[in-house]
């Protein structure tokens, strides 16, 4: 077992594929982290706007979790058709470019892309700060926490999905476990005291309570743009599709449908818990700043070992939130590359059935992210509800051209379905753009065009590619006249003599380059006229042509490249050899000792080469 | 004109080597600048030791200056004869290997080399550090500023000899002329006042002048050994004689007395100076530390523009004393590597005729230790005259029996005069190492063994190789049978085509593999029958067999590889010939785009391969 398996785990045979598909329950953790973790920080996005309102605020939370439940309804009965209409994988991708076009389907792979980047960044970033304000003495060591939970991330995803969900399965449910409960707890006392529930601790009061700030339409839109980073993630399960069990639409649907009813309950139990607990968001940037969840599970349960075990799951599906990205942002990819949009290798499945090479790529994207941010990425929050709404309108406006297309029985209801979230999810796009386009969702409306870009450039490229080697015609053997050998040595030695008899055994028209040295020549002709010459004669075979070459510089590859790309340019249309004779040590450690001139030959032939011009590479194994 | 040339200069020609070559005037800064600048630190460090003894130290500098200066004048009459009797090179290597052997010559070279090393990193941190004190502000970019200084003066020294001597002209003609400057007044002074000088600014009293402390053996021998450190660099002029110009042997000899005739005048003109205007050593840890050459020429002279010209010659010398490491480092190396011990591409002479390797593998040491020591290697300097004169000790040795065997008419006096210099560089070798052992000698005493395995290693190595390559006999014609050719195709295009050409222009005997995809298995046989078969039958040549590999891990490169491999294990003793298809992108932004699998198949084949296997590079240039 090498070390490689241990940290990748074993090859899967294409044939193992079904085994490493996945069901319902470690469907959640997968596919549905990125947007349950989202109820730890949408509600708080939301509320922190809020904060100039006082204690007023609070009563806006109700309406604010409303609207953004809503969507996410109007999300989910879009998404769930979406999967049926598409079970071999219904990202927003495909979906907008079969329906739409391709224009429309590479902006939404466009957005969705650049959202997975930030999702990983963010999701890393604000869990290990979670974890940094826990343990404050971590403090200093921010970055390196972040990078190493990258890598971690990084190689559970190279290992494989079903193993990714192993991992993260613990947390996801605990999570839920302790906000169902938490939200239980609160539910029940505020009924049971009529409305005005008791907090076991309460929370501080709020700072702006006294100062009568007006309530503006513009604050408001800004609350709800915020607050609906909740919603991020939610698309992820569409284009996970063909990684569910059989049925995997159903299973699909199935899982999507209880993130999302997980995530409607926390969102209602958490608006309903701050309302009656008075709860207002306290400045993130001051020094008593506590999150409205730790607030939250204070006042329900005090602070005893539920709070901690509370706190702890946040901090855990907070960081392996960015899972998500990992699990998504290669199917993408994959997507895309399949359409010759981006380079082919990202649709290669790795040794573990994984697309390995998108996994690389974003934790890269992410790694660099993180290293330019310092490891606090909260600047980058603001930016990451503009992609994933984005993908969601362009979805379900290519879903509406489907239906109208498709003319089935529930083709019209399914239409108005899918309509409706075109538009609610399109004017939500337009008010987060708006709400935070000075807070950097500009970046995102100028990286777009920038991957567009870049996308139609490949394509562009693979196009001219294939075009010019495609090749309907029959193979043609007119000439086969035998190629010109040349073969460069340095002395006489075995090796010089290996490549003599290779050279002989291919073709009868050889050339030997020597590079002249001041005192070597004299030796040379002796040496050639008693070995080569009379070896040739013996065997019948023709004398091969010994050439000198001058080298004022005291290079030696540079003269040997210039004479065979001299002869190349010569001899048109005739195919010739260069053999290069190398040492191959079998020891790395010996690799200094020799002159790396056969490495800087071949390299130098490559780049300057021409179709004619063949490099063969004679090896000498010295044990 | 490339950046290349901008930056080193363009390429000399071997025939360009006269003009490369230096006289007297460039000779002193080149290969005598860390002679020369141990004046600055030699009296200094000797100095220190005696600032216990307060007032009454001073008194023992004129004896130690005196029997260093003794020391000197025996060093350079016998590195005298030293270069007329090698006029082509007689560094302690050379001199110490061709007269008593290979070991002592290596343990020399061993010496010298890591000389060269600490060298080169205190002179730059010297520098640095004088230069740091003077303007403070800098004080927190030590390790830029010396990695900086390191990068400038490996440049100068890539662009060669010539150049590097032209850089550093200035600065040491500028610090012998203060040195002497403020000498010639100090002595003036001293004598017109009848041996009391009264000083411009008098040097600080001594801190421990009350204190009476006892004069033991122990503490003059540990001054003395200090003291030596004033020797070091004074071999570089032998090692460097077939630098100068014509008559080479009278051109070092001149270099090398003038070098020594100034270090001398310093040396006794600092002890006079110190004892007549009683400048006692400071702290160098303490917060008033101040260099005897400040103090001195404050003394001499006062705060003016004097001063502070003096000053900053001494700062650049110290520097640029780095410089000699560089000079003499890679000469070192090359005379060690044609005899085998090192790797040979040391005895190779870049683009501008010096030993570009050398320069830049002592550019790393040195960079490795400033990086380790954090730009501050005070703690290196008790390290570095063990070195010196243990190589000037075999090197004196060497002499004396060179002269044994020489009997000519001065031989016996020649070999007394080297006799002399052997015995008293020997007894300080073992002063030094008693006097310092526990302050750092013992690395030294350490290092020395482990280079020494190291150069062993390697010269087994070259032995082994040359053994195994060696190969009197004749070129044997007897088996020219055709080659096996394996051409491995991932589709049909027109760069198969070009690879199947190739294989049937030098073989009758080919075999084309494909790597079976789910799909495409079919229609490759149509392709084959139509495209390949027919034109192989029309053309009257033999069909080439046609084999499909299965992949069940989705791996290309790996089935092919082991196909191949296990070809030439099947056919012992066939030639097979591996054809690599590969499309080359001409513009490097493209080459992502395009799997890496020729790459890795050449990589692959050429780590498993034998003798018999061939590696052929069909290249298709996409424009």
């Known amino acids: 077992m090498s070390i490689i398996d241990l940290i990748l785990g074993r090859p899967l045979a294409s044939s193992d594929e079904r085994a490493q598909q996945i069901g319902v329950a470690k469907g959640i953790p997968i596919f549905g982290l990125d947007a349950l973790s989202s109820a730890a920080y949408g509600p708080e996005a939301a509320l922190t706007l809020l904060?100039?309102?006082?204690?007023?605020?609070?009563?806006?939370?109700?309406?604010?979790?409303?609207?953004?439940?809503?969507?996410?309804?109007?999300?989910?009965?879009?998404?769930?058709?979406?999967?049926?209409?598409?079970?071999?994988?219904?990202?927003?991708?495909?979906?907008?470019?079969?329906?739409?076009?391709?224009?429309?389907?590479?902006?939404?792979?466009?957005?969705?892309?650049?959202?997975?980047?930030?999702?990983?960044?963010?999701?890393?970033?604000?869990?290990?700060?979670?974890?940094?304000?826990?343990?404050?003495?971590?403090?200093?060591?921010?970055?390196?926490?972040?990078?190493?939970?990258?890598?971690?991330?990084?190689?559970?995803?190279?290992?494989?999905?079903?193993?990714?969900?192993?991992?993260?399965?613990?947390?996801?449910?605990?999570?839920?476990?302790?906000?169902?409960?938490?939200?239980?707890?609160?539910?029940?006392?505020?009924?049971?005291?009529?409305?005005?529930?008791?907090?076991?601790?309460?929370?501080?009061?709020?700072?702006?309570?006294?100062?009568?700030?007006?309530?503006?339409?513009?604050?408001?839109?800004?609350?709800?743009?915020?607050?609906?980073?909740?919603?991020t993630g939610v698309e992820a399960v569409s284009n996970g599709v063909k990684a569910f069990r059989e049925p995997t639409a159903q299973t699909a649907q199935r899982t999507l449908g209880l993130i999302i009813a997980a995530l409607i309950i926390m969102l209602a139990g958490i608006a309903f818990l701050v309302r009656s607990y008075h709860i207002v968001a306290t400045d993130p940037n001051g020094n008593s700043y506590q999150s409205i969840l730790s607030m939250l599970?204070?006042?329900?349960?005090?602070?005893?070992?539920?709070?901690?075990?509370?706190?702890?799951?946040?901090?855990?599906?907070?960081?392996?939130?960015?899972?998500?990205?990992?699990?998504?942002?290669?199917?993408?990819?994959?997507?895309?590359?399949?359409?010759?949009?981006?380079?082919?290798?990202?649709?290669?499945?790795?040794?573990?059935?994984?697309?390995?090479?998108?996994?690389?790529?974003?934790?890269?994207?992410?790694?660099?992210?993180?290293?330019?941010?310092?490891?606090?990425?909260?600047?980058?929050?603001?930016?990451?509800?503009?992609?994933?709404?984005?993908?969601?309108?362009?979805?379900?406006?290519?879903?509406?051209?489907?239906?109208?297309?498709?003319?089935?029985?529930?083709?019209?209801?399914?239409?108005?379905?899918?309509?409706?979230?075109?538009?609610?999810?399109?004017?939500?796009?337009?008010?987060?753009?708006?709400?935070?386009?000075?807070?950097?969702?500009?970046?995102?409306?100028?990286?777009?065009?920038?991957?567009?870009?870049?996308?139609?450039?490949?394509?562009?490229?693979?196009?001219?590619?294939?075009?010019?080697?495609?090749?309907?015609?029959?193979?043609?053997l007119g000439d086969l006249t035998e190629p010109l050998v040349i073969v460069p040595l340095q002395q006489w030695s075995k090796i010089a003599k290996h490549a003599l008899c290779l050279a002989f055994s291919i073709s009868k028209n050889i050339r030997v380059l020597f590079v002249a040295s001041e005192d070597c020549s004299d030796e040379l002709h002796n040496d050639w006229n008693s070995h080569v010459s009379a070896a040739a004669q013996a065997a019948n075979a023709q004398i091969p042509e010994l050439i000198l070459l001058p080298s004022p510089y005291r290079f030696v590859v540079q003269p040997i490249a210039d004479y065979i790309l001299q002869a190349s340019k010569d001899n048109p249309g005739t195919r010739i050899i260069a053999i290069v004779p190398e040492l191959i040590e079998q020891r790395w450690y010996n690799y200094f000792l020799h002159s790396q001139r056969a490495t800087l030959l071949k390299a130098l032939l490559l780049l300057k080469g021409n179709n004619d011009l063949f490099v063969m590479n004679v090896p000498w194994y010295f044990k």
Chains 1, 2 share one sequence.
């Open 51 to 231: 904060i100039p309102l006082g204690l007023a605020g609070v009563a806006y939370i109700v309406p604010l979790s409303t609207s953004i439940i809503a969507l996410l309804v109007i999300v989910f009965f879009s998404y769930r058709q979406t999967i049926a209409a598409y079970p071999n994988g219904g990202g927003s991708y495909t979906v907008a470019r079969e329906n739409l076009g391709t224009f429309p389907g590479l902006v939404a792979a466009a957005a969705l892309m650049i959202d997975y980047v930030l999702t990983a960044a963010v999701g890393i970033s604000a869990g290990i700060g979670a974890l940094t304000s826990a343990v404050p003495s971590l403090h200093a060591r921010t970055l390196e926490l972040c990078l190493g939970a990258l890598v971690i991330i990084t190689l559970v995803n190279l290992r494989g999905l079903s193993e990714a969900g192993g991992v993260f399965l613990l947390p996801t449910y605990l999570f839920l476990g302790c906000m169902v409960t938490a939200i239980a707890i609160g539910v029940f006392q505020t009924l049971a005291s009529g409305g005005n529930p008791h907090p076991i601790i309460a929370p501080p009061a709020p700072a702006a309570s006294g100062a009568m700030v007006g309530v503006s339409v513009w604050l408001i839109m800004k609350a709800f743009a915020s607050g609906c980073t909740a919603l």
């Open 297 to 476: 599970f204070l006042a329900v349960s005090g602070r005893g070992w539920f709070y901690y075990t509370a706190i702890a799951s946040v901090l855990l599906v907070l960081v392996f939130s960015a899972n998500t990205a990992f699990a998504d942002f290669p199917r993408v990819c994959r997507a895309i590359a399949e359409d010759f949009f981006l380079p082919i290798s990202l649709a290669t499945r790795g040794r573990r059935l994984v697309y390995s090479q998108g996994v690389l790529i974003l934790a890269a994207l992410t790694g660099a992210l993180l290293i330019g941010f310092g490891g606090v990425t909260d600047r980058l929050i603001p930016l990451y509800a503009v992609g994933a709404f984005l993908a969601f309108t362009l979805s379900q406006a290519g879903m509406v051209a489907h239906w109208l297309r498709e003319k089935g029985p529930h083709a019209i209801r399914n239409m108005i379905v899918n309509a409706i979230g075109a538009i609610a999810t399109g004017a939500t796009v337009l008010v987060v753009i708006a709400a935070k386009f000075v807070e950097g969702a500009w970046i995102t409306v100028i990286a777009i065009p920038a991957l567009l870009a870049l996308m139609y450039g490949v394509r562009r490229h693979y196009d001219r590619v294939h075009e010019a080697l495609a090749s309907p015609e029959p193979l043609e």
